[in-house]
């Protein structure tokens, strides 16, 4: 399991190295969840999360937007539209 989140994360950041895009998204405590999930506000920007086009993940493992509360510490990956991936601790 902690194999498979370093490899993942690891993964994340070298696609960033290598399309050359700086960090594009939110990273730090959620202030608020809003319908179930589908906005979320992440150290003060808030956040699409698509229930089928998200990768989200809590503590390494999949896990549904839903699932998301206030207070836990995420990384959303945002160009345009939903987030590409929600990682939360």
Same mark, same amino acid.
């Given at each position: 399991?902690?194999?498979? #989140?370093?490899?993942?994360?690891?993964?994340?950041? !070298?696609?960033?190295? /290598?399309?050359?895009? %700086?960090? %594009?998204?939110?990273? =730090?405590? /959620?202030? =608020? /969840?809003? !319908?179930? =999930? #589908?906005?979320?506000? &992440?150290?003060? +920007?808030?956040?699409?999360?698509?229930?089928? #086009?998200?990768?989200?993940? &809590?503590? !390494?493992?999949?896990? +549904? #937007?839903?699932? &998301? +509360?206030? !207070?836990?510490?995420?990384?959303?990956?945002?160009?345009?539209g939903?987030?590409?991936? /929600?990682?939360? +601790?």
């Amino acid at each position: 399991m902690k194999i498979s #989140r370093v490899l993942t994360t690891a993964a994340f950041a !070298g696609a960033l190295l /290598v399309s050359g895009n %700086a960090f %594009a998204g939110a990273s =730090g405590k /959620v202030d =608020g /969840v809003e !319908g179930e =999930g #589908r906005k979320v506000t &992440i150290a003060g +920007k808030t956040v699409e999360v698509s229930g089928s #086009r998200t990768k989200i993940t &809590i503590g !390494g493992q999949a896990a +549904k #937007r839903d699932q &998301i +509360k206030a !207070g836990m510490d995420c990384t959303a990956d945002v160009d345009s539209g939903p987030a590409k991936m /929600v990682a939360c +601790k």
